[in-house]
Each structure stands twice: as structure tokens, then as C-alpha cells.
């Protein structure tokens, strides 16, 4: 599975305005799925950010890290 972190900056600015993580589920039911992954975010990051669960398949593949991270237009 993947995913991506989209990001809406200030603009001209680098100040995040909105983040959204973006990602893969596979495993049959999404059931529950959403609050257990925002829960771990908000563990791990100190922070929640908006989550998107998507179908397997659905996002891009990619080989580097630097990818994952989508700039969005304000």
C-alpha cells in the first residue's frame, strides 16, 4: 500500500495551511480503519492531520520519499 501527505501552503509562503495524509487500504473493511490511523498519527506526530482512505491501487507508485509529499495550489 501507499501513500501521500498533501500539503496547502500560505501563499508566497512556506506556513502549512492544511495537510492531508492520503492513503492505501487493501485489507478488506475499512471498518474502523480511520480512527485507528488517526489515532496513531496523533501518537507519533502530535498532531491531526485530515486522513483520506483510499482503494488499493488508486495512488501512484513511487521509489523515493521526497515524492509523497504533494504540494497543492491554495
Do not use: M
Not at 506556513?15 to 473493511?29: D, F, N, P, Q, Y
Not at 480503519?33 to 501518537?43: D, F, N, Q, Y
Not at 506526530?45 to 504533494?70: D, H, Q, S, Y
Amino acid at each position: 500500500p501507499e501513500f501521500r501527505v498533501e500539503v496547502v501552503r500560505e501563499d508566497g509562503g512556506s506556513r502549512v495551511l492544511h495537510c492531508t495524509i492520503v492513503a492505501e487500504w487493501a485489507r478488506g473493511s475499512v471498518d474502523g480503519v480511520h480512527e485507528t490511523v488517526l489515532r496513531g498519527l496523533r501518537a507519533e506526530l502530535g498532531v491531526t492531520p485530515a486522513l483520506r482512505i483510499e482503494g488499493a491501487g488508486t495512488l501512484a507508485r513511487t521509489a523515493f520519499k521526497a515524492a509523497r509529499l504533494v504540494v497543492l495550489q491554495p
